[in-house]
């Protein structure tokens, strides 16, 4: 391209710092809101738009090109939008008063001003590492950006190591378990809480754990790494020594706020830039947008981090608009993650149970396990599937999903009736695509629906693992006159696992209508199956039998996070 | 079971007509709502509660064994429900006054009466087999029930068919024909209309129809089966004869509607009985719910037929617990469907474009062709996706799609936005789970509802293919004041597949701000590319330098049903 190209375009000067989702959806929606307008992009790493999201499938060998990483070039940019893509340009300073920003050329070390009528700010945010000793040991790594990659992927060609340790079960810790467990390695992974994928409920949460110790991860639980150690290892706060050729902090990510902060934009109480509905900062001539941004969500309506590429892409168009004159707001988010974990899909939307407890909702669950399309075609797969609801209001709250298939697109049925503020009992009514190979005449959001009107109508008294095992670590069950603790599964399935708990009394749900004088209808009743569905049908057996207080045990042995006993 | 155990239970009476979907699930849900109750079900057919939807996979060989078409029997009903599932019993009439209904023993020949205080009808519908000659030959089937099957798999098995035709390319005609196609067996499909699918609109379903011929089905469209000749052969309206040695009926299917007439129900002007949102018929002991009632369309607000398993399911459900004085409503349905077409998913929920402008919308229609999932990721399979918006109103109105993967993901999606009335454009607000295996960081639907708010803004003016075509049809584009028609893909591309039109103008998106002299300012402009990302970008420039009437053409050249020209 001729510098006569380009010469200053007639229209404003929109500055973007930050040329990866947010930044460069930003610039290209800017392009096609106005023509004329000068758009600069400074990317301070070495590429634009790259597939952020691909790097650790990249270093897994599963994307086995890096070029398949990168989306654009700076050259395609100029040429479809005229957008300047400078990359290896650092923002280092800014001048909101006189609208300009100090830029470095990394390359050349050059620095020079550029002024701009507006500014989006869109720097992502880093990884955080925590500050221990060793931490800048050559073989300690992060996984946040192409450079980061680069550098890991350099390190595991020439130094072909054979344990790694990741430091964190979330998100990206996950991935890149996965991925290096691909490549051969070892992989030892150290979470500070005491489930992988904190978004979980513990006992969706426990399912994942099994299935990464399954595929040979080593769980390190509600253990924290203290020291990385110069000879080849990580020493944890129990005291306990992991030997290990690699580490992986990925304990977490913090918005980029430094050029936030010396424009003296106001950062709101989750940590990031405060903006609007329409990405608008405190200073009227700059927006920001993506992983920098404080989000709403829907549930809850309060603001917080949610480091996500799927918002970073909208809200860099909202803002690329916006900055162009346009009105395009950003509306307040489910909440939605999804993850792959080996052969399983794991993804939740808005509330689990444990955070509405947490927000002060009265949570009721629901739990439906079955085979992701109809059991009688094949290749089913189990799907788990948990919803939670607000018992007051009977308003969905969220969702959780582990399964070898059929995970997202439940979670994305959920997202869009939380995005309309729909009744859990609602669901009920969704007209969802029904074919033996797709689904089932019942689908799991249609069942939880059905679940939740029952509950909501006191047909039935779900409670949740949790309550129950929190019941009886408390006792009871132990006195006669105290919770009766009813499975009503076949002998056959109480044989092969054990009951739940010692006080666990057994009769099969067929024979209970002719063995109900071994019960006694006063006392509170909590009855469980493998699932829910036969103490469902034995629940409503003995509440129309004179039992006064039948609660079922929602998900059943299935969902019970504890070993049985027999 | 002892006949004792069958002494008449204390409560009310039951008795459901139909033990399939909706009749088990009524019987089902009315114990569970009334344990006294005495619960009795009649199915003329020799099973109940099958799985109706597996029949054609059971034939092709993809189910393996009957038994896992069989879902419980009456001996299971009877232990776990206290239900009286009487197969082989067909209720022949009914004394709405008396409350009783007769019903014959069809094995025994008896006939006896059973009173009931509250009636379930749910006899589900028929197959329509047209009135042609020939309709009784021994190698002429239908699909629709067990029975059917039954006498289906003897005669496969039996006379070891080479040929067959399938008349209808509906539903059930793509899943015959497909598993015919499975067993070896040469496949002719006869469709009077001028598409397979006719849910659909015309150019998703080429894509289909190319798929089935690619798979070695030979499709007949707009052709009429007038009669079927006993030396093995059908004869077409329009003359031509194919020889076959089987032939499977597939033209649709009727309510069973002879015992609601009989009773004097109301029956609906969509054919079916006609039944309030709490499956109340017009006698206040009689409820229906199934494929014999109509359904209420949330789109339109119409009533039609639906005979589909889910809903069945569900009304199935309702019916039972309102026959035991419950209040459970079914609301009204998006209009869902799915099938698989050997590789193929396709889906839709809501009004196609065709179907929107007979209902009086004004239709603006979105494309989105995609990898169901990040391209970077391995394994990405096209997807088709179409939505249609009303262009007054902004209301979103329906989908369509078509691919290997990811189609009833969002097809479901849809289907809760249109059960919430969603406007098309707030699509892009949805907070889609996004991980690089799962889906694309801009999920198909979100792109959709990006294109919608353009479309509602004005910034962009997509016209659908059928448009275009009348457009070109009727002569426009051939003088020089006239339509404009832009190509502006790459040069590469337009050598390899051919223009849309002799009249189109090619240049690629990159040279067009260089080379807008070429082009009339001032007439009406329509661009296109292969998909339609290209095309909004050409637009964009355009409609800023001074071209006053530019349209995209939606879906591009991929999404064109007609040859294109060299």
Not at 247 to 261: D, F, H, K, Q, T
Not at 519 to 530: F, G, K, S
């Amino acid at each position: 391209m001729g510098e006569a190209e380009r010469a200053p375009a007639p229209g404003p000067t929109l500055v973007i710092v930050g040329g990866v989702a947010a930044g460069m959806s930003a610039a290209a929606k800017a392009r096609r809101c106005h023509e004329e307008a000068h758009i600069v992009v400074f990317e301070k790493g070495p590429a634009v738009s790259y597939a952020n999201c691909g790097l650790p499938y990249y270093l897994g060998g599963v994307i086995r090109r890096r070029d398949d990483l990168l989306v654009t070039d700076p050259e395609f940019l100029w040429q479809r939008f005229r957008i300047e893509a400078k990359v290896g340009h650092e923002v280092v300073d800014i001048d909101p008063a006189g609208r300009t920003v100090k830029v470095r050329d990394l390359a050349g070390g050059r620095t020079f001003c550029q002024p701009y009528d507006k500014l989006v700010l869109a720097p992502g945010a880093e990884a955080v590492v925590p500050s221990i000793p060793g931490r800048e040991l050559p073989f300690v790594f992060t996984l946040k950006t192409l450079a980061d990659t680069d550098r890991l992927a350099a390190f595991l060609a020439e130094q072909q190591p054979r344990r790694a340790v990741v430091v964190g079960g979330g998100l990206i810790g996950v991935e890149a378990a996965e991925n290096l467990v691909h490549r051969g390695i070892e992989v030892a992974m150290v979470e500070f809480l005491d489930r992988p994928l904190a978004f979980l409920d513990g006992e969706m949460a426990a399912v994942v754990a099994a299935h990464l110790q399954a595929k040979g991860v080593a769980l390190h639980l509600g253990e924290r790494v203290v020291a990385v150690e110069e000879e080849g290892g990580v020493r944890l706060a129990s005291g306990r020594r992991l030997e290990t050729d690699l580490v992986i902090m990925a304990v977490g990510v913090r918005p980029n706020l430094e050029l936030a902060r010396k424009a003296g934009l106001v950062i709101g109480d989750a940590g990031g830039v405060l903006v609007d509905e329409y990405m608008q900062t405190s200073d009227p001539h700059i927006l920001a947008a993506g992983d920098c941004v404080e989000k709403t969500l829907v549930v809850t309506g309060k603001r917080q981090l949610l480091p996500m590429a799927a918002a970073a892409n909208k809200e860099g168009r909202a803002a690329g608009a916006n900055a162009m004159g346009r009105r395009i707001a950003v509306r307040p988010y489910a909440g939605t993650v999804i993850v792959k974990v080996f052969d399983l899909a794991v993804a939740a939307t808005g509330l689990a149970e444990e955070a509405a407890l947490r927000e002060g909702f009265s949570p009721v669950v629901s739990y439906v396990l079955e085979g992701h399309h109809a059991g009688y075609y094949p290749g089913a797969k189990l799907l788990r599937l948990k919803l939670v609801a607000d018992q007051q209001s009977g308003r969905l709250l969220g969702a959780q999903a582990v399964g070898e298939a059929g995970v997202d697109k439940r979670i994305d049925v959920v997202a869009c009736a939380i995005a309309n503020h729909m009744r859990a009992e609602d669901l009920l009514d969704l007209d969802l695509a029904y074919a033996p190979p797709f689904g089932l005449a019942r689908d799991p959001v249609i069942v939880a629906g059905m679940q939740f009107q029952n509950a909501m109508r006191g047909e039935w008294q779900p409670v949740s693992p949790r309550w129950l095992a929190d019941r009886l670590a408390s006792g009871a069950g132990e006195k006669d006159k105290d919770l009766q603790l009813l499975d009503v599964r076949t002998a056959a399935e109480v044989r092969r696992t054990g009951v739940l708990h010692k006080s666990a009394r057994h009769i099969p749900v067929d024979e209970l209508r002719n063995r109900l004088a071994e019960l006694a209808p006063d006392r509170e009743t909590v009855v469980y199956c493998a699932v829910g569905l036969r103490s469902y049908v034995a629940a409503r057996i003995l509440a129309q039998r004179g039992f006064t207080n039948v609660k079922v045990l929602a998900g059943g042995t299935l969902s019970w996070p504890h070993a049985l006993v027999r």
